[in-house]
Each structure stands twice: as C-alpha cells, then as structure tokens.
C-alpha cells in the first residue's frame, strides 16, 4: 500500500494502537470491543474478537490481500476441489461481496455493488423497466421483502423466470470477484442457509474456466467497445449470414446502447458485447460514443478525478497535479469554453449543472455536448499520465515485491463511459 494512506495506524512502544487517518478511525471504531490478538509473522496485525453473544465465530480457513485482477482465480480453483463448506468474503474500495460454497460448488452469492443486485439484473435483461424496479424496491422495503419476492407478488416476472435469474446472478457476482483487483479476501467455515435467496448448484470450476475467458476476451473487445453504454450502428449491406448474431444486429437500431440491446433481447451484457464485437470485425456494425448528456459525462469524469486526487493527496502530491491541469484549461479553448465558473473544487471535480448551462450556452451547442465526453477523458486522461510517475515513486518506497498500485487500471474503467472507441469501423467522438 502507498506510504501516507489514510488507513494507517501507530501503535506506540506501550502496544497502545493510535489512527493516524480517518479511514482507519472509523474501522477501528466499527471493531469496538474485545479481541484476542493471534500469532502472526511481524509484518501483520491479526485479531479475533472475543467470544460473546451475537460473535460470528466461525473460523476463518483462508484470508489474503488481493494486488492485481485475477488473483482470486486460484483461490476459487482450490475451493472448487475441497469439500470446504463456507463464505468467500472479498473487500475492495467499498465494495463486498459474497460467495457461499458448498462441496466445489457455489450454492449462492452477494453484493453491495449497484449493478450486481437482482433488481438490477432482472433490468438488464429486461425482465423489469425503471418504473417497476423502484415499485420492486418500495414493497419490498414497505413489506420487509426480498427484491424478487416484491417482483413476483407484482406480477412482473414468473416465479420460474426469477429462479433462472438468480442464477445468472450468482454468476455475474463471481466472475466480479475474479475481476477484483484490490482489496482483501476471507473464507469463512460454514454459513447461515438464510442467507441464500435461493439455493443453485453451480461448478466453481465451470465458472472459473468462464471467467478466465471472459478475462481474456474483454481485454479485446474494450479495445473497439470501451463500455456498455457505447452505441453500436449496422454497417453492412445485409445481414450477417451467422444465425447467432442476426438478432444482435436486428436489434441494433443506432440509438440502443450496448446495454439497451441486451434488454431488448433479455442477454447479459458480456454476451451482447462479444456479439457486437465479432460483427465490427466483420464490417457489419460500427460503434459509436455514448451520447451522454453534459451531467451525465461530467459524473464520470468527477468520479475517476476524486479517486486519483484523493490517492495524490495521500503521498502530498496532488496540490502539484491540480496547478497543471489548471494551466492545461486556460491554454485550450474547448475546455476553458465549458469549465467556465464550474470549478474545480477542492477535491478537482467539476459542478455538473454549470457546465451543462455552458454547454446550452455555447455557438455550436450540439457539436459541443459531442465532443464533451470525449475532451474530459482527454483532460482524466493528461491528469493520469501526471500522477503515474508520482504514484509509480511512493510505490517503489513501500516494502520490495509489492505489485503496482490499482488505481490506474480502477480509474480508466471508470472513465470507459465517455472513451472514444478504437479501430477503423469506429464513427463519430473521434
């Protein structure tokens, strides 16, 4: 981890532990109590709460730091040749996650994460519209009840429907976990059956094996679609003559994103981009950018800045990164144009709502919201070619062998929404 991170604690000569950050605070804080301190090599800190009522005591079996995408991959396989029975708990960034498995098998999982919920994924493919998730959501929270049970009392979606669903849940949420690329992980012996929505039976080494390849895969397809909310366009004379791609390319209107076409069609969202994807290379489909509106584009861009100023401040190097980017709005016109009295703030992000008015306001107003998205990744994109040398610096300061920071990698996959994608069949944001 980077020297100076706000989760840091002291602990003095006297073993009396002090939070030297907020972060750390605050976790410190949500651990009151008592607890056993436990052998460990010197490096590490490990602590057990005592025993008392309302304690898990379950055992934890495996735990580990996660450095780099993938590293779960050998966790899960060795999970899925042991008759372990427990919860596979993974931390990153805010986010967490769970996966119950039982014998090889995943019986179920969790999230915290937005787009990972059932209500989400029964949107996704189109199961529900935004009218009926937020109708979902409040008899569930009215009646104390599980999303889909809240969708099947409604009438929304058959009790069958919903049970295929939960599955593809699971899935979604698994090869997420693969995908993490910082954070921590414990395997927890045993768990709670209440915990499950409802029990599947699912190989860890299938969805391992699917995983990989989807690893693999969309290192490709980013490269010509940057992310789901890119919009793909039929380019060939005729259709496809493939029968599994015809209905991805009957569907491809020029308005429907990535993500529409997959609820038109009740596909998941990798499925329809492996799709898109084989019919750019093909000639039959080009892709353009997202036509976010100026708020919209302006989030994406507000949320990437804050991570990455956040992580220069932390080893004081932010205040430099903040004067130059300044300095690269005043010299170009386009951004000073749309940035006009919008900030930044403190924490380098932009108010939304002003540079939508500058926007409105500006001479070619619709070839400005055009180029919006893409003149902020440039502007995320010349903030994070600053703060490598600076990041790559306090790394090489902290204990040898530790892999490089995540936060470049977390940063651009943020930005995916408002990249101007590659390659020759691309069109429009370029």
Request: charged share 20%.
């Amino acid at each position: 981890m980077t020297e100076g991170r706000d989760d840091l604690v002291r602990i003095d000569v006297t073993g009396v532990a002090h939070p030297v950050g907020e972060t750390a605070r605050v976790r410190l804080q949500g651990r009151s109590g008592s607890f056993h301190v436990l052998p460990a090599p010197p490096q590490l800190v490990v602590m057990r709460q005592a025993a008392g009522e309302g304690v898990d005591s379950r055992t934890c079996l495996l735990s580990g730091e996660i450095r780099a995408p993938g590293v779960l991959c050998d966790v899960a396989s060795f999970l899925g040749v042991t008759p372990h029975r427990g919860e596979l708990v993974v931390l990153d960034y805010g986010a967490s996650r769970s996966v119950y498995v039982d014998a090889g098998y995943v019986v179920g999982a969790r999230s915290s994460v937005t787009n990972e919920r059932l209500g989400e994924v029964l949107y996704g493919h189109g199961v529900l519209d935004e009218q009926q998730v937020a109708a979902c959501q409040e008899l569930a929270t009215k009646n104390h009840l599980r999303t889909g049970e809240a969708a099947v009392q409604l009438g929304f979606v058959a009790r069958e429907r919903l049970f295929e669903l939960m599955a593809v849940q699971i899935q979604e949420i698994f090869h997420a976990t693969l995908l993490v690329g910082g954070g921590a992980f414990y395997f927890l012996e045993s768990f709670d059956e209440s915990e499950l929505e409802a029990r599947h039976r699912l190989s860890i080494a299938t969805l391992v094996r699917d995983g990989v390849r989807r690893m693999h895969e969309t290192r490709f397809f980013r490269a010509r679609i940057p992310s789901p909310l890119h919009i793909p366009v039929a380019a060939g004379p005729a259709p496809p003559s493939e029968p599994e791609l015809q209905p991805v390319y009957a569907a491809m209107d020029g308005a429907r994103s990535i993500a529409d076409v997959g609820r038109a069609l009740g596909m998941g969202e990798f499925d329809v981009t492996r799709a898109v994807f084989q019919l750019a290379q093909s000639g039959f489909a080009a892709i353009r950018p997202p036509r976010l509106r100026p708020k919209a584009a302006v989030d994406v861009y507000n949320a990437a800045i804050a991570l990455l100023l956040r992580e220069l401040d932390a080893i004081d190097q932010g205040d430099g990164v903040r004067a130059q980017l300044a300095r690269r709005v005043a010299s170009t016109p386009h951004l000073a144009q749309v940035l006009d009295g919008a900030g930044p703030a403190d924490d380098g992000t932009f108010d939304e709502a002003r540079v939508a008015a500058n926007v409105t306001r500006a001479p070619d107003a619709r070839g400005t919201e055009d180029g919006l998205g893409r003149w902020l990744h440039e502007h995320a994109s010349y903030a994070l070619f600053l703060a490598r040398p600076h990041l790559t610096r306090a790394q090489a300061r902290t204990a040898e062998g530790t892999p490089p920071s995540p936060v470049s990698q977390l940063v651009t996959g943020m930005l995916a929404p408002i990249a101007p994608p590659d390659g020759p069949a691309t069109e429009g944001g370029s």
